[in-house]
């Protein structure tokens, strides 16, 4: 019997609750097990003596009791002094019973395992991993390096220890199947499955740590290699289920084009143009156009996006357009309007903080096929909505929605007479730029389009570095801007653990002192925490003037367009990845006038940090700026996968082994064309919610 096949419940230790909770992590039989793979390792091979602890090292040590007392200070804690010939340490516990008071005789011998702290003279572990010994003769070491799992609530690393060892005894006795064709593997020279697996779960003392965390040991490449490869089937597996779909064909009407491009006050550039006629194309077939658009902030993705609607429109079916924010859904629902008043086409908001007449109005008018463009936020995936011929779905931002939301709102499309299914086309927005080869990988069922020009007149922020040290020029500098070029300023407030409340209450001190020292200046604030009432009425009072310097955290990544701002300070830069920094800098530099940003640092800083503020200093390139985020910060920072949830991969990690991308691309089309029998095996495997991703 396959390892696939038998129930991680055959294990010892295994019952009804535990295999529950392995079931939150997808385990549910041996090879699952198998495939958790460990995301660190600890050497618990050797005992250190104390005397030789640095603060802040990982160790083991062994020493016998000499005192042990309950301390009552700020908090009651358990406080036990061990020593060993070399010094003395104290074990430290602030959760204990009283049970395991006792067990801490003095003369009783503790192995412990722990992060070192040094205070003064004193040296301490904070709860520590504790095994009590007989004596210290006769300490138990480890053999192999330990390995340390991801887990959940209520299941410790020890019993996945446990679960592993009989897995692992189990693989030396059922092999596990290989799915990689034999050929492949011969021709990349990749060990077996099986030696990578027991490699991983149980690594020698003296292996090159250093080898496995940068993926340069073959074992490792061979596991990243069948990962990714399981990636790419399954986005090529999700294109081609979306072929079998199908769409309405909209056919370009020209001169509805021309009547809309004769009213702008601007030209198209030749980026849009070709991107719009990409668009088109996909448009007018009668499958699903699935074509993620990427381009940096005030390149123009809304209006070809609005061009797409408006052709829609003419043939009397309807577009929704998701933004992740109300605030930006009032900002593209007031520009869609402006452009569509003229060629007679309605457009509406729907968000879930609008009034409920209004909203239940546009609902019954969205159902009857009335209105043609609707924009909105979470609000259009409500099973309310229903419309009446969806054809288009655009997606603004889209990493920002999960798979289960995308679905949903695709989910809204026609069905005729027959019962036959129509699906909508899909066009994905980010200002978020994405390096060439990680969007191959990860938008793989995408076609990209890429809108690589700014409009004419657009000049580059310029972009400084200072030391908060300089804050007082800084503050001069705002009242320049504002007093004598008559101009608007942004100042942003970070916090290097990301507390949204802790982030707020440094934009609330902000604010006050920069009252004080800019009156009689009009200083606005606008953070989390504000109703979205609040922060809309904030905003817009910005955008009019009435607000001459606005202090905000990061929540206005994503705002409206602000064209008289030309001056943004970010305070504390060096806490944020470049991307993030590249996205805040191109809320300025949207007018015509020259625009600056003024990143102001808390010394001193890091090498890393150094790199990453000279690379915003020497660039406005969002292409060249990703590529140095993926190399200083890795592909999950990127990605943003914090915010959705979303782990791009299990084990493969993109920055470290994108050397592995071409292959793997280029072998897929060899796999799904003549292997196609180990697409879902090689999907089961490795894809998590791999029946989600199916289905989007």
């Not at 991680?8 to 295999?19: H, I, N, T």
């Not at 074509?291 to 408006?310: E, M, N, P, S, Y």
């Not at 979470?378 to 995308?406: C, N, P, S, T």
């Not at 008289?564 to 800098?585: C, D, F, K, T, Y």
Request: proline share 4%; net charge positive; with cysteine.
């Amino acid at each position: 019997m396959l390892l696939s096949q038998i129930s991680v419940e055959s294990l010892k230790g295994v019952g009804a609750k535990v295999a529950e909770k392995l079931s939150a992590l997808s385990i549910s039989t041996v090879e699952d097990l198998l495939f958790h793979l460990p995301y660190k390792y600890q050497d618990r091979s050797k005992i250190s003596p104390i005397g030789s602890l640095l603060h802040g090292q990982t160790a083991q040590v062994c020493g016998v009791i000499e005192k042990a007392d309950v301390v009552f200070g700020k908090r009651r804690s358990l406080v036990c002094k061990v020593s060993d010939h070399t010094g003395i340490l104290d074990i430290r516990l602030f959760y204990f019973s009283m049970a395991q008071k006792k067990q801490f005789s003095r003369g009783q011998y503790l192995q412990c395992y722990g992060q070192v702290s040094h205070s003064g003279r004193s040296i301490s572990m904070i709860h520590p991993e504790i095994t009590y010994l007989k004596d210290s003769s006769n300490p138990r070491l480890s053999d192999r390096l330990t390995a340390i799992y991801p887990t959940t609530d209520g299941l410790q690393q020890k019993t996945f220890q446990k679960l592993n060892k009989q897995a692992l005894v189990m693989l030396n006795h059922t092999n596990i199947k290989e799915l990689m064709p034999i050929n492949l593997l011969k021709q990349l020279n990749f060990p077996p499955l099986c030696d990578a697996l027991k490699l991983l779960h149980q690594p020698p003392i003296g292996i090159s740590l250093d080898d496995i965390y940068n993926g340069e040991h073959p074992l490792i490449q061979r596991l990243a290699f069948e990962e990714l490869m399981a990636n790419q089937l399954a986005l090529k597996k999700l294109k081609q289920k979306h072929q079998n779909y199908r769409s309405f064909p909209i056919t370009e009407d020209r001169n509805l084009y021309q009547r809309f491009a004769n009213q702008l006050p601007f030209q198209l550039t030749s980026a849009q143009e070709r991107v719009i006629d990409q668009v088109n194309n996909d448009l007018s077939v009668d499958k699903p156009m699935m074509r993620l658009v990427q381009g940096d902030v005030g390149c123009g993705k809304t209006l070809v996006a609005a061009i797409a609607a408006i052709q829609v429109a003419s043939k009397q079916f309807q577009t929704v357009f998701m933004a992740p924010t109300e605030l930006l859904a009032e900002q593209h629902y007031k520009t869609f309007k402006s452009w569509c008043k003229s060629l007679n086409i309605p457009v509406c908001i729907l968000t879930s903080s609008m009034p409920s007449k209004i909203k239940n109005d546009n609902l019954e008018r969205i159902a009857s096929g009335e209105l043609k463009i609707i924009i909105g936020t979470h609000a259009v995936f409500q099973k309310r909505v229903e419309f009446k011929k969806l054809a288009l779905a655009i997606i603004d931002e889209q990493h920002r929605f999960g798979v289960e939301q995308r679905k949903t709102l695709i989910e809204k499309g026609h069905k005729n007479e027959s019962k036959e299914e129509f699906r909508p086309h899909q066009l994905v927005m980010t200002a978020t730029p994405i390096p060439r080869t990680l969007a191959q990988t990860t938008y793989a069922d995408l076609d990209l389009s890429i809108i690589d020009e700014l409009p004419p007149g657009r000049k580059p922020v310029e972009t400084s570095v200072t030391s908060d040290l300089n804050r007082d020029k800084v503050i001069e500098r705002i009242k320049h801007a504002c007093e004598v070029d008559n101009r608007q300023v942004y100042w942003v407030c970070t916090l290097i653990d990301e507390s949204e409340e802790l982030a707020c209450q440094a934009a609330e001190v902000t604010y006050s002192e920069l009252e004080g020292q800019l009156f009689p200046l009009k200083v606005g604030l606008v953070h989390g925490r504000l109703k979205t009432i609040e922060k809309n009425t904030i905003m817009q009072q910005f955008k009019s003037g009435q607000i001459d310097i606005l202090v905000a955290t990061t929540v206005i990544e994503v705002g409206v367009d602000v064209p008289n701002a030309s001056l943004m300070v970010i305070e504390n830069p060096e806490r944020l990845g470049l991307s993030q920094l590249h996205q805040l800098r191109g809320r300025v530099g949207r007018g015509e006038q020259q625009s600056y940003c003024v990143l102001m640092y808390h010394p001193p800083l890091s090498q890393n940090a150094k790199q990453r503020l000279n690379v915003m200093r020497e660039t406005s390139d969002g292409f060249i700026i990703a590529e140095k985020d993926l190399e200083i910060r890795g592909a999950g920072e990127v990605f943003g996968t914090r915010q959705t949830g979303e782990v791009l991969f299990r084990f493969a990690d993109l920055l470290r082994d994108r050397g592995l991308l071409p292959q793997v691309q280029q072998n897929a089309e060899i796999i799904a064309a003549n292997h196609n029998e180990i697409v879902t095996p090689l999907l089961n495997r490795w894809i998590k919610n791999g029946d989600q991703l199916s289905q989007v």
